[in-house]
């Protein structure tokens, strides 16, 4: 039996977390974890609405990750955009607004813009059953993305078909969300560098911020890394700003892709970049900045080799605040840069 004023008490406590929540990328985690949590689902995906295809945001399940790791996981799941023209579970909800909960997915068929697409499970040896897709949907109408939810578990572990009862509690939470991602979408846009897509200079000070308050508060760690490329003025004038720009944003894909997701990965201005690791010692700090100047090191540009020094700073044992962290970070990054650059470096 549902407990009812609990589900309502922990609603409005998760609508206060999404609104207050400007990363989208944590948003979106953040939001099918409540759904799954709240489901007891095994698995879902989020998918978010571009023009006329979905696009897998976030995929989550506990079975595959198991069984083959997180970034193999990922891989596998996080498919190319799906145009809504094909018929998919997902695709109908996106156009027509409606829920769908059934309780075995490969019992669909005969129907044309409703099926579920088994190419997923027969490569990676999945068994989906119970379904349960919602639109997140927002007050004026606005379909912005979708969210689904596969194999409810019972109290045994055993797969149930999810709760009909949940229906208005997800459709809730899904409209909720809704309005925090389309927030965090226009947020997105103020905050992020048109080259790279990072987080700019602006977010990166602001979060910083917050993050080194929370860290007082909370007693918790906070790291800063800069990243500065060497030799970019040179590689500019020898190859050209067009070439520059290219190796610019293949940077920032390597930071990105070898960052966790809730790693705060910005550029500050040029070829200067900048990476808050909350949570994380300074011994993280140093192995993370040293497995990334390797990355970028050992990565093959088209332009021809590049190479990056990097200053790590922490918070308590180098700073007190946030403005302290930066300027012992950038402290560390010319140290970095003075020994021979190529190089990690600390205080």
Known sequence: MIDRTRLLDELLEI???LTSERDLAVLLERILSQARRFTRA???TLFLRDGDH????VVQNDFLEARL???EMQRRLQAEPMPLREPSLAGHVAQTGEIINVSDAYA???QRTVAFNKAVDETTDYATRSVFVVPLQDPNG???GVLELLNALGEDGAIVPFDPEYDKVIRALASQAAVAIRTARLEDLSFKDALTDLFNRRYFELRLDEEAKRAVRFGHPLALVYVDLDGFKQLNEDKGRPAGDEVLKEVARLLVKHSRSFTIVARREGDDFAVILANTPKAGALSYAERIRSVVEAHAFAQGPVTA???VAAFPADAATAVDLMARAEQALDEAKARGRNRVAQL
């Not at 979905?54 to 945001?57: D, E, G, I, K, N």
């Open 15 to 17: 609508g206060i977390a």
């Open 42 to 44: 095994e698995a879902g």
């Open 54 to 57: 979905l696009r897998f945001a």
């Open 69 to 71: 790791g997180t970034q």
């Open 108 to 110: 669909i068929v005969g």
């Open 142 to 144: 606005n379909i912005v």
């Open 309 to 311: 020094s990097l200053g």
